[in-house]
């Protein structure tokens, strides 16, 4: 099992910044792919960037230029820096792991592990 948990979320103005963790134990692997994902309130979770074990990193196109997922393999944390967020950024964030498939996936039904997930509310 590995466990997930996420922080750094909070209230932030339009055009404000906030840093995301995600912090892996328990039975952690070298080879993964971690993907940040979001769910709005009445929305479906949705695909928000995602990075491998490899460092090849992959963005939804919403949030291309304004946010940069990394990762430290060291720390067995990944990272999402969230910039010129916007109110409709506003959601719950949650990562999670793929440590089968090994794909750059957009489907929550890759990943195998999820955090509890930490709200971001992004003020007008």
């Known amino acids: 099992q590995v466990q997930l948990v996420e922080s750094g979320g909070g209230l932030v103005q339009a055009g404000g910044s906030l840093r995301l963790s995600c912090a892996a134990s328990g039975r952690t692997s070298g080879t993964y792919v971690m993907g940040w994902f979001r769910q709005a309130p009445g929305k479906e979770r949705e695909f928000v960037a995602a990075?491998?074990?490899?460092?090849?990193?992959y963005y939804a196109e919403s949030v291309e230029g304004r946010f940069a997922i990394s990762g430290d393999n060291a720390k067995y944390t990944v990272y999402l820096q969230m910039n010129s967020l916007k109110p409709e950024d506003t959601a719950v964030y949650s990562c999670?792991?793929?440590?089968?498939?090994?794909?750059?996936?957009?489907?929550?039904?890759?990943?195998?592990?999820w955090g509890q997930g930490t709200q971001v509310t992004v003020s007008s």
């Open positions: 999670a792991q793929d440590t089968t498939r090994l794909r750059m996936s957009t489907r929550t039904a890759d990943y195998d592990y």
């Open positions: 990075i491998s074990w490899n460092n090849i990193k």
